[in-house]
């Protein structure tokens, strides 16, 4: 999820029915900048529904992003963090 802020991460997140969609065992990553309070909240929703929620902010800017190389700065569940971090490193 990589939205402007914390209420669009809440609106995709739970209005949208990202997580309502998902099956046990998911990962949702939240690349958007949001209070720790919003991830924590939402990661506590994720998992009572067996999902997992990391807190993945991304930095470098618009000519990192063309080159590839953001920097993805993750918190979240060490299980969930190595299950993604394929899709990190790419």
Do not use: Q, Y
């Amino acid at each position: 999820v990589c939205v402007v802020d914390d209420a669009d991460v809440e609106a995709v997140v739970l209005n949208d029915n990202l997580l309502a969609g998902m099956a046990p065992g998911g990962i949702i990553a939240v690349h958007s900048t949001v209070h720790p309070d919003t991830c924590r909240r939402l990661a506590n929703e994720a998992e009572s529904r067996g999902v997992k929620l990391l807190d993945a902010p991304v930095s470098g800017g618009a000519d990192a992003a063309r080159a590839g190389t953001l920097a993805v700065m993750v918190g979240g569940d060490p299980t969930a963090f190595e299950a993604a971090r394929g899709v990190f490193e790419s």
